[in-house]
């Protein structure tokens, strides 16, 4: 497992970083913050719980992956270059429909015939906009800032509704994305069934809700913080080894000043552009 304390590793324009491997590790993207802590529940082997990050040619969207595939091993292996493809494939895209698509079909192909719940996020750091779509996968807290309360990220936030089956379950299944503001200082929690299956010793789930309580009584001075202490609760909650993949990945947007990086976009690139594209989604 990596220090901590290290630096920040940042992700530079085009770059896809993630996997499925051990990795404890604190990732800088334009106007997010990220602290991702994955343990396979085989540590040897790659675990069935994958995470991608990934960065536009042009600094400005950042998009997020994590998924939960069924199975283990060097049979997920496979499913974690399809997904670092699309997150190439896909990198200048702020519309998700074309990924959502590629991955349920990708993983609906070949002889494993693999599947997984997922989700997936895109933020675009001078709009501070979030498109987010769902395959099935549990609901990120969302921790807003200025209100100093803590919630849930899933449909009926504020547009659009999010519907979608696990990846790779039925061919044609359509993804929706809902877009929401997140706004500086929002946090947002990420995790797989992993973490909320996990059993105490009188046999009581840890479960969603109590997750959240927890993450109430958390510090929040940053990711790393808040992920190292919602992980200390765990062991202590946990009676046994765990019995599945775990993965935390927690986001912040940062607080930033655009005037003078607004006048060195335009000059390389169409905002216009993307903008028409927000406001279509």
Known sequence: MQDDS????ALVCTE?????????????????LAWVAAAPIH????????????????DLISRVALADVSGHGRDVDSVTQTLRKLMHKNINAW???????????AFGKGENNKYATAIVLSFHRVMGR???SN?????????????KIWGWLEEGNDAKKVAGLPVGLIPGTEYSQTVVTLKPEDILVLYTDGITEAGSSRGQELGRDSFLEWAREAPI????????????????????????????????????????????VASSYTVGRLWRSLKRN
């Open 135 to 147: 395959a099935g996968h549990l609901p990120p807290l969302w921790y807003h800032a200025a209100q």
């Open 95 to 105: 519309d998700q429909s074309d990924f959502m698509r590629g991955l349920n079909e």
């Open 130 to 132: 979030l498109a987010f």
């Open 6 to 9: 290290e630096k920040p590793y």
């Open 43 to 58: 540590e040897g082997d790659g675990g069935g719980d994958l995470h991608y990050m990934s960065v536009c040619d042009y």
């Open 16 to 32: 896809v970083w993630g996997g499925n491997r051990k990795v404890t590790r604190t990732v800088k993207m334009p106007g997010l």
């Open 221 to 264: 001075g940053s990711p790393a913080e808040l992920g190292q202490n919602l992980l200390q609760r765990l062991e202590q909650f946990r009676a046994n080894a765990k019995n599945d993949d775990e993965t935390l990945l927690i986001l912040q947007r940062e607080r930033e000043s655009f005037p003078l990086m607004l006048g060195e």
